[in-house]
């Protein structure tokens, strides 16, 4: 029987046709499959790889905006801190003190006679030349700043006062101690920004961008800053120098990057504000990232695009970003060559595949047609009534060739279609989510289950397979589902048993479980995978995981904490002591017992908090009702202790958990608190011998106790020294004189006082000589003044006796003459000593003059004790600070100092009742120099007198020596009269 019209052994036989289109169908539709894919997963890999860079590019402009943020937190928070606000004061009022040569000594003494090298000036806490105010106030906030500047990685911490003055910085560069108003600093950036700062109001800022700085030798550097307002009057600036070397690590930061990523920020300038991590040059303000890309991002642009970079090709993406008004571009840059040589690589493996396939599939198709190629045609008529269903049952099984063996094979695959309908059915009505694929992994069965999960999870699963459809699973690999597709091929290639896993698709977690379904013998035929989603049960897993994490987080901190813990429940029992507070327990158990009987501090968690107060039902009835931070203190035998309660409240459903409690063990806070209220009470009383005692004492407690006695006994000595001199000079007694050696302001107080005892002498003693020489003089003009008057009288009653006897006359009148000359001599010596008296009186308003200036001195010297009366407080407040940084350790110490800055402000208060009665002293003073003046002016009248008197007894002498030549051409006349008549 011819089966077929082609000749028999003709080349177009039906197994040959059947062999070659075999082969070529299943060549094209490989190679189709192939392209497609290649197409597709390039399209989507590119899309997935642009998408990545976009999203690291966003990433990192949220972590530049981010470190900005910080960088204005940081600046904010310092400048409105009280302690930094106080150091301003503090840094400014000792600049003052120093006087005009200030800024040269801070240079010399932190900067040029400093022991570090440049670079680490910052170490040095107090130069041990400087002795001054400026030197402790430097010593007490300098760690303060070092550790904050270290911690947050600034370059400098500075602080400019009102009027221009760097009073303060960190590292000491060349612009530390200078005036940023006057000379070569004025034009500088620090001015700039200082002064752009200055113009602000409360909590603003100004920022000044990276440019090359004259301080730092043209080093690149940039500032922020915030002016220092306190009651509302702008007392300076803080300035900090921008953290160059922290800012390029944080910003081009590289993870996620390969081997040539980086990120830069750029400028308008275009160049690189920051340092490049891969590049060992300095790139601050040296490297120019040059493109049209710069001007967009500035201009507010974003994109990734694909630009030549210094001959490179690069992918880059560029973003906005502004600080304080300054805007900058944020770039990412890539190689192109690495950022898409996986995809290259993925590529050149599908080719390979291909090829293989290819060959593969050709091999196949030439052994199947050959196989199947001649009883095919016989038994295609038996087949289609077979599927059709009009055969029941199959012929020609009793054939032994390859026809028999198929169609037996037909009849078997007829009973096993019956017995998978069956299935089928059943696995559509399960509620189980299974899937069925075949050897080559293409999904061929979905039941309603898995199909409705995958709709309902269909947006949750395109997150991480863009175009996945449910309606198109059919068809498709099941190695769609799977990263690494050649994984999966093998895992189910090799599959014996069952294989689980868990797969995450965008915000689902599903639980799979693979079987292979294999033929009786053992040829594997396809798998069956079971889909569960677990998405709600990972979710309370991964919270219920996050819980007790951080429960135990909770527990080991408050185990590991300083801090005395204990927590109760919701009936007070105690139910948890961390190591602190049982240690502290311990210790103090015998005096807890004293009002507790039968206390143990290792049973301390299981009792309840009711038995540590005397009236339980009120303690229950207050931590029942509590809703809010509770203090309180008890006294437990010898021991005292502050106690902070805090409620539990569980806020989901507003019920009470419990509470927390804070032990501090303040007993020997107030003893020491009692021992220097006991010395600061006697002081203000004049009591200057109590001391506090040492014994118990440790660490700062001894310090603080050996300070404030030693301060004590120098204040005690001064002002003993100093009463005594004052009462000396009250006495009269001016030779008294301080012995006793001082040290600093104490040893100028002591020269001047005694300087003011030497002064006052020597001018005492000159008024006493000058006083003893106008008493001389004017006695010696008395006596002329007696004289003279005597010689008038004589002289009136010689002229009355001329008509007895001018012979008596005239000798009377020339004897009138003569003691008129010498009355002359007298008036003029006398007006030479009145002369002589004024000069003196003169000399005794300038000694006068300069007791005033000794006062004011003394008065000046109080100011000095009122300065250190000020420095006292300044130490208080070095040891208030130093007890905030010790936190709840140190709350003794702030009470002490505390104390001490009382016991400060008493004793200005004291000066100040000093110095008003040295100006009351002075008041008197200027009065006794103003009668003083008054005396001479008066002298200066009897001076006038006096010369006024001389120069009548001058004339009477003349007139005398007239008269007396009158008298004797009158005595020759009566002579010659009494010769002619005898």
Not at 147 to 156: M, N, P, S, T, V
Not at 898 to 921: F, H, M, P
Request: charged share 25%.
């Amino acid at each position: 029987m011819n089966e077929m019209n082609v000749p028999k052994g003709s080349f177009w036989q039906l197994s040959r046709k059947i062999q070659l289109v075999i082969a070529i169908v299943s060549a094209v539709s490989a190679i189709l499959m192939t392209v497609f894919a290649l197409i597709q997963i390039s399209a989507v890999e590119e899309k997935n790889i642009e998408k990545n860079f976009n999203a690291l590019l966003q990433q990192r402009v949220t972590t530049v905006n981010d470190y900005f943020q910080e960088m204005r937190s940081d600046v904010k928070i310092v400048a409105s801190s009280p302690m930094v606000q106080k150091a301003l004061i503090a840094f400014s009022r000792s600049w003052t003190m120093m006087g005009g040569d200030s800024a040269e000594k801070l240079k010399r003494l932190y900067v040029e006679e400093s022991p570090f090298p440049k670079g680490e000036k910052y170490q040095l806490d107090r130069s041990e030349q400087d002795g001054s105010a400026y030197g402790q106030i430097h010593e007490a906030y300098h760690p303060w700043f070092r550790e904050f500047i270290l911690e947050k990685g600034y370059d400098d911490l500075i602080l400019v006062n009102a009027t221009g003055d760097v009073v303060y910085s960190v590292y000491k560069e060349a612009d530390y101690a200078t005036n940023l108003m006057l000379g070569k600093w004025k034009e500088t950036a620090l001015a700039k920004i200082y002064n752009d700062a200055f113009k602000l109001r409360k909590g603003e800022q100004a920022f000044y961008d990276i440019k090359s700085y004259e301080a730092l030798d043209g080093a690149p550097a940039g500032f922020i800053a915030q002016p220092i307002i306190v009651d509302g009057e702008n007392k300076g600036v803080l300035i900090l120098r921008l953290p160059l070397q922290r800012m390029s690590k944080v910003i081009g930061n590289r993870i996620g990057l390969g081997d040539s990523g980086e990120v830069v920020l750029v400028g308008k300038d275009q160049l690189s504000r920051v340092q490049s991590l891969l590049i060992d040059e300095n790139t601050v303000l040296k490297r120019r990232i040059s493109g049209p890309f710069i001007l967009q991002a500035i201009n507010g642009a974003q994109d990734v695009v694909r630009e030549d970079v210094d001959g490179v090709d690069k992918m880059i993406g560029y973003a906005p970003v502004s600080f304080l008004n300054t805007k900058y571009a944020v770039v990412l840059m890539q190689d192109y060559d690495e950022l898409y040589g996986q995809l290259s690589g993925f590529k050149t493996y599908m080719i390979m595949g291909l090829i293989a396939v290819v060959v593969i599939v050709v091999f196949i198709g030439i052994i199947a047609g050959n196989r199947l190629g001649r009883p095919v045609v016989r038994l295609t008529g038996l087949v289609g009534g077979l599927v059709n269903g009009a055969v029941r049952s199959i012929d020609m099984q009793g054939r032994n060739d390859e026809v028999g063996e198929i169609a037996r094979c037909l009849n078997v695959l007829y009973g096993m279609s019956v017995e998978n309908r069956r299935i089928r059915a059943a696995l559509d009505n399960a509620t189980t989510c299974i899937m069925v694929a075949d050897e080559n992994r293409r999904v061929i069965y979905m039941n309603p289950a898995v199909t409705n999960m995958m709709r309902n999870a269909e947006r949750d699963i395109q997150q991480s397979i863009p175009h996945f459809s449910t309606d198109a699973i059919l068809g498709q690999s099941i190695d769609n589902y799977h990263q690494d597709p050649h994984v999966q091929a093998e895992i189910l290639a090799t599959l014996n048993g069952i294989h689980k896993t868990r797969m995450t698709m965008g915000s689902r977690t599903f639980d799979l479980t693979a079987a292979s379904v294999r033929d009786p013998d053992g040829v594997r035929i396809g798998s069956v995978v079971e889909w569960v989603d677990l998405t709600e049960t990972v979710a309370k897993e991964q919270e219920e995981k996050q819980v007790a994490e951080a429960n135990y987080r909770i527990r080991v901190a408050l185990e590991n904490a300083n801090t005395n813990v204990m927590v109760a429940d919701a009936d007070r029992n105690i139910i948890f002591a961390n190591t602190a507070l049982q240690n502290m327990m311990v210790k103090a158990e015998n005096e807890i017992a004293k009002n507790i009987p039968g206390f143990k501090a290792k049973d301390i968690v299981g009792g309840s908090l009711d038995r540590f107060h005397k009236v339980p039902a009120q303690q229950a009835e207050l931590l029942t009702k509590l809703d809010h931070e509770h203090s309180f203190h008890l006294k437990l035998g010898a021991c005292s202790f502050d106690c902070v309660l805090n409620p539990i409240i569980d806020h989901n459903n507003n019920s009470r958990l419990g509470s927390v409690i804070e032990w501090h063990d303040v007993t020997d806070q107030l003893a020491v608190q009692k021992q220097v209220d006991d010395v600061v009470q006697a002081v203000v009383k004049g009591d200057f011998s109590k001391r506090i005692s040492l014994e118990g004492k440790e660490g700062f407690m001894v310090e603080l106790a050996n300070r404030i006695n030693e301060l004590e006994d120098t204040v005690s000595e001064v002002i003993n020294d100093i009463a005594e001199s004052l009462s000396a000079l009250a006495s009269g007694n001016l030779q008294h004189q301080i012995e006793k050696d001082y040290t600093g302001t104490f040893e100028v107080l002591k020269q001047d006082t005694n300087k003011t005892s030497q002064r006052l002498k020597q001018i005492v003693g000159d008024i006493i000589i000058a006083s003893n020489e106008i008493a001389g003089a004017s006695t010696e003009i008395a006596s002329g003044s007696i004289d003279l008057s005597q010689r008038t009288e004589t002289q009136a009653s010689s002229l009355e006796e001329t008509a007895a006897s001018m012979e008596e006359m005239s000798t009377t009148v020339r004897q009138n003459a003569d003691n008129a000359q010498q009355a002359n001599n007298l008036a003029g010596r006398a007006r030479d000593v009145a002369e002589e008296g004024g000069k003196v009186v003169n000399q005794a308003i300038t000694a006068m003059s300069s007791i005033e200036d000794s006062s004011q001195k003394v008065s000046d010297i109080i100011g000095v004790i009122d300065e250190i009366a000020f420095q006292t407080n300044l130490l208080a407040l070095n040891a208030a600070v130093e007890a905030a940084r010790a936190g709840d350790a140190g709350k003794g110490f702030a009470v002490v100092a505390s104390e001490v800055r009382i016991l400060a402000q008493r004793s200005g208060e004291a000066a100040k009742d000093i110095k008003n009665l040295i100006q009351d002293s002075n008041s008197q003073v200027r009065e006794g120099v103003q009668l003083v003046g008054e005396t001479g002016s008066s002298l200066e009248n009897i001076v006038e007198s006096i010369k006024r008197v001389a120069d009548i007894v001058s004339e009477i002498a003349a007139a005398s020596q007239e008269q007396a030549s009158g008298v004797g051409e009158i005595n020759a006349a009566i002579t010659q009269m009494d010769e002619m008549t005898q």
